[in-house]
């Protein structure tokens, strides 16, 4: 029989849909599913409602060392805490869109976060997305995938999200903040955004997230161990 992989790894750039493929698999494969991006989001968020500058690296790192983040994932969503505080409806806000990628750029709360992460994915039969899982939380992952798609692509399905939140943006606009969010990620000196050598890329610009999974779960098949 085949084994399929215990620590699956799924980076890639803003708004390509690493977060619903996790939750997708997770839930075909009866995984634990971790969003990373989420744990940052939530650092972000704790500052600005602290009135800590963004700016201030040491201030924010600090935060990042002492509070206590929880991510439990339910059927169609995760419930994040910090300190016991549900916070999940106040990630997406658009001030900490426009702040999360400096915060998550600093190496102190990268440092912070990683070493959560790599606790829970010591359980196995675990997924973490975000943006460096295959090449620095978890670089002996057992399958590691690239999720993309097309800046336009992205774009659109930025600003539904935006837009079902109540939030009046155009594509433009989302465009925009995509294009600025790619470049910071990848040019950042710590962790920058990029494929793991033994990634698999899945671009999914055309695809349902229905077809999408499938491919997935082809990608993990193919790497499935196979024993006697």
């Given at each position: ?13 803003a708004a390509s849909g ?9 839930d075909a494969l009866g ?135 109540g939030q009046q943006v ?59």
């Amino acid at each position: 029989m085949s084994i399929l992989p215990r620590t699956i790894a799924i980076d890639g750039p803003a708004a390509s849909g690493k977060s619903v493929l996790a939750e997708r698999l997770a839930d075909a494969l009866g995984y634990f599913y971790l969003d990373t991006g989420l744990m940052y989001r939530a650092v972000t968020n704790e500052a600005l409602t602290r009135g800590i500058p963004i700016h201030a690296q040491d201030a924010v790192t600090q935060l990042a060392e002492t509070i206590e983040i929880n991510v439990v994932p339910l059927e169609h969503h995760c419930v994040v805490t910090v300190n016991g505080r549900d916070v999940s409806d106040e990630l997406h806000r658009p001030e900490v869109d426009r702040n999360v990628s400096a915060v998550s750029a600093y190496a102190g709360v990268r440092r912070a976060m990683t070493e959560q992460q790599r606790r829970i994915a010591e359980r196995g039969n675990v997924i973490l997305a975000g943006r460096d899982i295959g090449t620095v939380v978890l670089p002996n992952a057992e399958c590691k995938i690239f999720l993309t798609a097309s800046v336009d692509a992205r774009a659109v399905r930025r600003m539904k999200d935006r837009l079902a939140r109540g939030q009046q943006v155009t594509w433009q606009e989302m465009r925009a903040e995509i294009l600025k969010r790619d470049e910071f990620d990848s040019s950042r000196s710590v962790a920058p955004l990029r494929a793991a050598d033994d990634a698999v890329y899945l671009d999914n610009s055309d695809l349902t997230i229905d077809e999408t999974v499938q491919r997935a779960l082809e990608i993990l098949q193919a790497r499935a161990q196979v024993t006697a």
